[in-house]
């Protein structure tokens, strides 16, 4: 098999090289363009062209090493008569194959490997069996790759990391499955590559095509997969009907079964690799059954697999709700691409004709805008909020199912494995309570969340139901779950909980240690969120509820966010970096995410710019606020809000999306994180704003501090974990699971969960509180931020006494916590009457982690966990020696109640209990030390003045005599005996981003910046008073820096957040340390850093012409801002700093003999067509 990284590199190096061949032909780059802008005007899609180009290059470069492939798997299978690259296999050698393309360019000296490989394309091409994949659409027509890339891709195949053989006696297709996920890692992040386990494929067949046949009878059963990927259940169904047919049929020649069989299977998906690949596995699959080894004997076989968009209206309407396909009702056609299959999709995708539907949709939800917003208008009656595509795939899934009639006949079966987030999160509430309630019949819900399915990082559920909403039976079958794969098997098919799901499905009221089997009442899932877990955790639920006085609704005014900025790259930054930009501090404000609420804590490590003067109206007060907004107005203006853009609701472009005030202008709140493996609630006494993901919970006026710490203690409480993730989607499932992957643990007590406030506000409080348990542990938490090492390096010099003094406190005050939050624990359990005795104690020892009831009970049971790991603590299988009599009986007879009481075993375990998970001391005193060290290199005793770059060995000698930081500088490295230079070096590397383009980004980031630099004219223009159209730029990723601490640094939108701009090409000879300036300087100041280094390297160290001329590069970077902020008359300048710089370049590039084009190329941002 060819090595994946390899095939991967080819697709890049191709895309690279399409990207030059497009360049080059203005013909194809003008007809690009036009079929972007129809696919714009069709709401196809949102973004830029060069956006969308990149896609369809990717998808061109994807198209030639797949033809590749597929002439190569033919050549070494004696599938044709004659070659053109060439393997190891005798029946194609290379050496043979490059005779014969030697003597065809001999022959046709005006051509190149290209064309060479279009003969091979050709030939299949005028084979009937093949046409259809090298038809028209095939994109190896349409982009030509050079002939220096087709020459390199052939040499691949032929001796390259591509010279293997793809022989197969059996003629096995599957490992196309694996190039189909993993060819293009574009692709696979764009689409959503996915490849179906063929057990979980046979599994949900067995389920719905089987009681199709058995329903509608063979002849008339019909199946499709309207996101077919690679096809595996199209092979799956066709293998299944030829089986069936010959069994029928066996006097029948195979040929004509295996025709009818391929002409009852349809396969859909709208990425166009995915298509040729399942088109040419049905392909041989038919071959093999039929036992032809030669294409030119093969026949034309009907292989209905197409190219398009599935969820969009190619078919009729026949069974939709007046609106829903507003395309069709005002007749307009629908746009498609160049390489979607229009002719076929119309008939392919006309509703309500399959009896068999089944699939494994995307789980991702849709970033682009246009796209996004033209499902919510074709679905309107299950997209809801920020919908995944699994909410328009099940309702379409049903759509094309064959419709029940009115006396509940004839329905369909649909069968689908799908992300469960539609379960319990809020965008699934219409499709559950409107669509799943009593539009359809689910007959199976099947929690595959615990079970290992390979390269599923979402959890998952099985839907298996009937197009009818009549005649439905009154329960359904639902397989419910109780915990993951304990170990990752080494067969995924006989993995324990799957084996556990096949073996008992049909069988219900089976319970075992992994699931529970039940027929549920159908209202039972009518309502919005699921719940599918067993093991008794329903009657847990059923015991709280009925103990719980009142909701929290009743109990509160508002739960939510204080602020929505739509754009939070926009607007936040660590702390203290908006200080370093000039920011005014009424213009800065603490925020809160939900990452940093934790253990009754909030400890923020993010601001925010805050748009807003005194009265929190929007204002733009601060000119260093409005500079840095601008630089990201575009995204800014574009945001939207259900009522539509910024402007077309009446709020300004920098303020944020959403902004409550009123929730802001109370102090006292309930910060909760949104994000979690366990519950975390914490009171706030003001002065901050709180995102989305830590919404805040606030009570009615008047409300005192006491009521809300009485909330508090029962939030915080295990119950209250136990309740929140019965309602709240897992966003990860059991690790080595579904909704794991493959990574170290498949324990539950690591799954993160979303905790919203809707379903929060249903949550049952008991009719007393643990108030003064809820109060101490308050008390302590803030104690314990007091001593904390950035708390101590915020309040002076952090020596080393200070930190060990602090070290003390900090564990003392820690293991009080941790035993506070055991007694609170069990003092909810009694206020909820799961226990009738009263097992806590008022004054408890200090508790290491490790010496918890649960722990020691999980200790003694010799279970394999990585829970004492993970948490740093020590296994003990018995009470401490050490503690108090009185106390070790209270906790044996805690572990006696865990053992006779059903509901306190199940709440009592690692996945309801809190962690106490925070960084180890030693961790947190190196970033303290780290980050005071960075600050005091910021200080204006090394920057002030005169704008001037210091290498690292300059700033040491400044710093050699400063023994506080030298010290501190030790504690960090660990001792004392470092070298100044170097160590300062390795202390500012990962903090500084270059100065030129070139040196920040890669060749995708240089484009992308090209596109903000466009941007950002308009703006320009647009500031002038001049009416222009601007289209948003694509963000960045990772993949478009140079270096992770450059994207650290710059984050999505380019915004500087770094500490230092550094000047690589700038350094003195001889020193090898960074050459760096401060990254607070405004762009004039940046001017004269770096027009002094060039004027000191010109004049005094005499460089040439080549070495400088980066220099001026960086001025040319800075020169658009300096005429946009720096255009009034100075002191010290003749005319403006703007015009003065202007003039500068010009004048340098005269006497250097060099012009601005050189610089561009320097700069290393491509002009845009």
Known sequence: MIELKALQGQVRNLAEDLRSQVAAMPGLRAELRQEHEKAQKAERVAGTFESWLDDILDQAAVAWVLGCIFVRFCEDNGMVGEFWIGGPEPAAPAEKALERRQAYLVGNPLENDREWLREAFRYLRRMRATAKIFDGHNPVWRFDISGAAAERLSDFFRRGAGYESLRDPELKTRFLGDLYQELSAHAKKTYALLQTPEFVESFILDRTFEPAVSEFGLADTSVIDPTCGSGHFLLGAFHRLVDKWQHREPATPVGVLVERALGQVTGVDLNPFAVAIARFRLLVAAMKLCNLRRLEDTPAFPVRVATGDSLLPWG?????????????IEEKPMFAYESEDADLLKDYLAEGQYTVVVGN???????????NKLYRSIYPTVCHRQYALT??????????????????????????????????????????????????????????????????????????????????????????????????????????????????????????????????????????????????????????????????????????????????????????????????????IDLVAGDVVRDWLIAPEVEAMFPYDSNLEPSLRDEALHRMLWLTCAVLEERREPGGTHAEIGLTWYEWSRWHPERFSVPLGIGMAFVATHNHFVLDRGGKVFKQSAPVIKLPAGATEDDHLKLLGVLNSSAACFWLKQVSHAKTGADNSSGGGNRWSPEPWFSFYEFTGTKLQEFPLPGAYPLERARKLDELAQRLASVTPAAVAASGVPTAARLAEAERKYHAIRGRMIALQEELDWEVYRLYGLIDE?????????????????????????????????????????????????????????????????????????????????????????????????????????????????????????????????????????????????????????????????QRYKPSGLRKRAQWERTWALQRREDAGEKVTIEVPPKYTSADFARPSYWKARGKLDVPKERFVSYPDAKQDGDVTELIGWAGWDHLEQAQALAGVYMERKNQTGWPAHRLLPLLAGLVEIEPWLHQWHTDKQPGYMTSPADFYTTFIDGELAQLSSDRAALALLRGVPELS
């Open 391 to 588: 909410v328009p795939f099940a309702k379409r899934f049903f759509d094309l199912a064959k419709q029940a009639d009115t006396d509940g006949d004839g329905a369909g079966f649909v069968g689908q494995i799908t992300g469960n987030g539609f379960m319990k999160r809020e965008f699934g509430k219409k499709l559950v309570e409107d669509y799943f309630a009593d539009k359809i019949e689910l007959t199976e819900v099947v929690d595959t969340s615990g079970a290992y399915i390979p390269g599923h990082g979402t959890p998952t559920v099985v839907l298996i139901g009937r197009s009818r909403k009549w005649r439905r039976s009154a329960s359904l079958r639902a397989v419910l779950g109780i915990r993951g794969e304990p170990a990752t098997p080494a067969d995924p098919a006989q993995g324990m909980v799957w084996k556990s799901i096949t073996s008992n499905i049909d069988a219900p009221g089976v319970e075992n240690a992994y699931i529970s089997v039940l027929d549920v009442p159908r209202a039972n899932l009518s309502r919005h969120p699921w719940s599918l877990s067993g093991g008794g955790a329903a009657a847990l639920m059923q015991q709280l509820s009925a103990v719980g006085s009142r909701r929290v609704a009743s109990f509160v005014a508002t739960i939510g966010r204080v602020t929505h900025t739509g754009s939070d790259d926009s607007y936040f930054a660590p702390s203290d970096t908006w200080r370093r930009y000039g920011l005014q501090p009424e213009s800065v």
């Open 316 to 328: 009729d309407i026949k069974s939709r709700a007046q609106g829903d396909l507003m395309a069709l």
């Open 838 to 998: 009263d097992l806590t104690c008022a004054d408890p020892p200090e508790l290491e982690l490790g010496e918890r009831a649960f722990e020691i009970v999980l200790a003694a049971s010799g279970a394999d966990t990585e829970w004492f790991n993970r948490h740093g603590s020590k296994p003990i299988s018995s009470p401490p020696a050490h503690w108090p009599a009185d106390y070790r009986k209270l906790v044996e007879r805690r572990i006696d109640a865990m053992s006779a009481n059903l509901h306190i075993k199940l709440v009592e375990r690692p996945e309801y209990k809190r962690r106490w998970n925070s960084k180890p001391w030693a961790e947190m005193q190196k970033a303290a030390l780290e980050s005071w060290l960075l600050d005091r290199l910021e200080s204006p005793e090394l920057w002030g003045g005169m704008p001037t770059p210091l290498s690292v060995a300059e700033i040491a000698d400044r710093l050699r005599g400063d023994e506080e930081f030298r010290a501190a500088l030790g504690l960090w490295v660990g001792h004392d005996d470092y070298d100044l230079p170097k160590t300062l070096n390795a202390l500012v590397a990962e903090e500084h981003v270059p100065y030129l383009p070139a």
């Open 361 to 371: 949709p995307p789980y991702i939800t849709v970033a682009d805008k246009a796209r």
